[in-house]
């Protein structure tokens, strides 16, 4: 029965580790994998989730389901770190919070309810955007279209952004990175966010806000101010999230769905019906990553320190962005990269084409994906004048 079945080309990213893990060159550097690095190149298990683990190591007293909405203590944290303690739609008990395996899991568990309650509509994604955003919504059914965001000048083009989404039929789904744009880096301002919500409450869209980074761009609060405008402002919107960066839980699978309805009682619908996807989809979701966060936010001193770890990990990783241009200096190149101190989060797009990225892998040994992406926290001290110096190379 398996004899017509072909073979495919594997996934991008994860070729890039298995010829990374290969490549025998003392100065390799990996930046193409979307996991934060510290200076040696680990990526830590953060001291907090630690002690939480601790703590649940002595006080957990079972491994049974925990139901297809999952963990309440975990979803109950998680949507007050989103919308924030004071928001109006939390206290009108508007907003219904499923937890997911991972961010990509309250993806596909969006796309599946959007596909059997809300069909024929279309998603629109921005161009670029995260790869797996078209394959998740396409494979769920719903068909994929693309809203322009950077130019060909490796700049946000918020004008054509904005124009195009003055087109997006009446009904259709507009899909919105949060903060830390992936793969491009480049973040929207208030006023842009303000004059996105105009367009969407005009052209009656519905928003879906990807927030994978939060806390990961300039700050818990700072990073969540395009969600909880929307939040504010709108009846209806879809929110997902993920704990992979800004906890480090990335195997952990770690995610939540937030669906904000007009009222009460419409909430308490939609959230049947969410649960009837998941469901159909993977029953229920893991336990230890979100019990993991429930700890932490639960208390008072644990989320102090975590607060200043991921404020580490985001220092860590805009002084990099920096001192990154900087070293482009001696090659003259300082002006034309200096986008990069500007953008937001893990990743850069860089602006060079598949050919050089392919020079820097063959000659350098240096790995970042086709289209020019960088993980700007595979960086280190230690490889920024390495890099800088190949980069300039292959656009020379």
Known sequence: ????????????????IEA???????????????????DQGRTPVLATVK??????????????????????RYTEAVTRMVVGEDSAALKARRISTTQTPGGTGALRLAADFLKAHL????????????????????????????????NADNRLDFEAMLAALKEVPEGDIVLLHACCHNPTGFDLS??????????????????????????FGDGLDQDAFGVRLFVETLDEMLITTSCSKNFGLYRERTGSLMVLAADEEQMQNVRTQVAIAARENYSTPPSHGAAVVAEILSSQTLTE?????LADMRGRINGLRSDFVAAFRPHGLEERFAFIADQRGMFSYTGLTQKQVKRLRDEFSIYMVGSGRANIAGLSEASLDYVASAIATVVK
């Not at 079945?5 to 890039?16: F, H, M, Q, T």
């Not at 025998?24 to 510290?38: F, S």
């Open 1 to 16: 029965m398996f004899e017509r079945i072909e073979r495919v080309p594997g996934d991008a990213i994860l070729g890039l």
């Open 20 to 38: 990374y893990q290969q490549d025998t060159n003392p100065q390799k550097v990996d930046l193409g994998v979307g996991v934060y690095r510290d």
């Open 51 to 72: 002690k939480a683990e601790e703590q649940l190591c002595q006080s957990e007293v079972t491994k049974s389901y925990i139901g297809s909405h999952g963990d309440s």
């Open 119 to 150: 069909p024929n509509r279309a998603i629109w994604l921005s161009d670029p955007t995260w790869p797996n955003h078209p394959a998740i919504f396409d494979a769920a059914g719903i068909e994929v279209k693309h809203y322009p965001y950077v």
């Open 190 to 215: 208030e006023d842009q966010w303000r004059k996105i919500l105009d367009v969407v409450q005009s052209r009656g869209l519905l928003p879906l806000i990807d927030f994978a980074y939060q806390g």
């Open 305 to 309: 320190q975590w607060k200043q770890e």
